[in-house]
């Protein structure tokens, strides 16, 4: 119940022109609503006029088509109503869409001018200036190496990136799995004289 009644209420999105149009298409109804019923009766009292006639009541049927005629010009009235009405909502539909691109554009305007203030225009040529000159230096060196490279250096550079994009490792000899062979009983002996002797001499001198 607390966060029920502690919740901020959401700010309507319905403007002061949506509601100035949605009255005005309420009044322009009820004027077509108006238009209608007015219409009808008219043709019951025309029928009813022509009826007073053939009845030999000139009089009332003279005094019916009188008061149809009052009824004709203010159909005529409400239907420039209904167009004025008409007019007044499509207009301001109108100013909505304008006041809509006006916000866009004042949008967009002020992210230019962000823009232009993080990049200025002297930033902007240096940066170009640098581009153009590694894309020179890097020209100068392709025509160096077009001129001093031979067709083979060519192919085995080729080959090189080849095996560089696909990941291939240079070609080791294989490690032989078998065990080393032991040393002879008799060789052994003589290493180990071998060792002494160089101590012997040593000993003497």
Known sequence: MGNVFGRKSQPSRVTDQDKAILQLKQQRDKLKQYQKRITVQLEKERLLA???????????????LKKKRYQDQLLDK????????????????????????????KIGNECLKRMHEIMSIEDVESILDETQEAIEYQRQID??????????????????????????????????????????????VELERRKEKPEKEMLAA
């Open 78 to 105: 409400t239907e420039n109503q209904i167009s004025n009405l008409e007019q007044m909502v499509q207009d301001i539909e109108f100013m909505q869409i304008e006041m809509k691109v006006i916000e866009g554009l």
């Open 143 to 188: 025509e160096m190496l077009a001129g001093s490279l031979t067709q083979e250096d060519e192919e085995n550079i080729l080959a090189e990136l080849e095996a560089i994009t696909q990941g291939e490792d240079i070609a080791l000899p294989e490690v032989p799995d078998e065990a080393l062979p032991d040393i002879p009983e008799a060789a052994h």
């Open 50 to 64: 022509k009826q007073l006639v053939k009845d030999g009541k000139k009089k009332k049927a003279l005094l019916l």
